[in-house]
């Protein structure tokens, strides 16, 4: 049944009372046309119960704008959604990524994550190539997927809207990763499921990194509003040493924008339920708003928090990762990196649930404490405890 403005409807009752779900809820596929923008194939979901979701068809499916109830979650960087066809991947000493970097979610990977590195080369067997080098985040995010469908799907009285797409990261005498991404969200829902798949399409022994970066902004994101996590040790912080308390903002409770502000990171080890789930949520206690990612531990071990305070780039970062934040040479110095022979894969699955109202983030925050209760104080000292990643290859 689909719970639409606090009535439970079959089917038979929606279709009766409009001419096309879309009155409702539904999936629309547009074309953005100005700007940065302009050319950038856009799906928005809208669910019915108040949320409503954007995911770039040209930059991986990834998701760009999401609120709920009028009110913004996900974050709109200076730079805005970039075409993928101005992107300068090597741009900048490796940097030119931020100029693309804008939305709820930004997929990192396929090959790569976190900071400009030079690998060996040696398993693409071309004598001409020595090393790859890599720029900040890899290049997935700003890859445009080919889209193989979208909609609505009924089965019974409940109805899934969906998109699907294939994004490949490809080239000769290299990498030939292709990622197979599912979305999904329930008519009268307020939650968005991402299912993904990477696969080496190649015949290469291939690396293979991923992580999400997942951006929340104003108003979920303000002064006061909270970080919650099953943490159970602070492993690293960018920033530690003489800087770790000299902004005076910690891991638990967000600060204001501010001008100036150097953004923090963090890797947290985190505990997982019963079930190998990690949740983790940021809460605006006076909106009684919430945002709750959930991402299983078998898949994406790691988690870093991003801080961004900077007045005009607010932003507040949830990344669960594949692999440590020691980078790409660590993971294969640590025999810790994934490869994929041919036809190989690795499955990724992630929940992005509202919160809406006191007592659906009182009842995450019970959840999160059951499994781990994270410090209580803000600046718990970093234990440098990277727990050895088995069983990658």
Known sequence: MVELYGRTLSRRQVSE?????????????????????????????RTGSGLRFTALVDRALDIADCDYKGQAIGWHSPSGFRHPGLHEYEGEAGLAWARSFSGLLLT?????????????????NYPGRKTVVHSLHGRVSTTPARLTGYGETWDGDDCVLWAEGIIQQSTVFGEDLHLLRRIEADVGGNEIRLSDRVVNHGFSRTPHMYFYHINVSHPLLDEGSRYVAPIRDVVWAGHAGDRYEAQKVGYRTMPAPQCGFSEQVWQHEMASDAAGEVPVAVVNDRLGLGLEVVTR???????????????????????????HVLGNLAARERDEMIWLEHGESRSYDAVFRVLDGASETTAAERRIAAIARQPDRDYPTPSGKFVPLKGRS
């Open 17 to 45: 009372r409009s001419g096309m779900l879309s009155q409702f809820a539904g999936v629309r596929l547009m074309t953005l046309g100005d700007g940065v923008e302009r050319g950038i194939r856009m799906l928005e979901f």
């Open 108 to 124: 990192c990977g396929l090959d790569h994550i976190l900071g400009r590195d030079e690998v060996p080369a040696d398993t693409y």
């Open 297 to 323: 531990k078998d898949q994406l071990p790691c988690a870093y928090q991003w801080q961004n305070f900077q007045a005009g780039n607010y932003a507040l970062g949830i990344e669960p990762s594949t692999h």
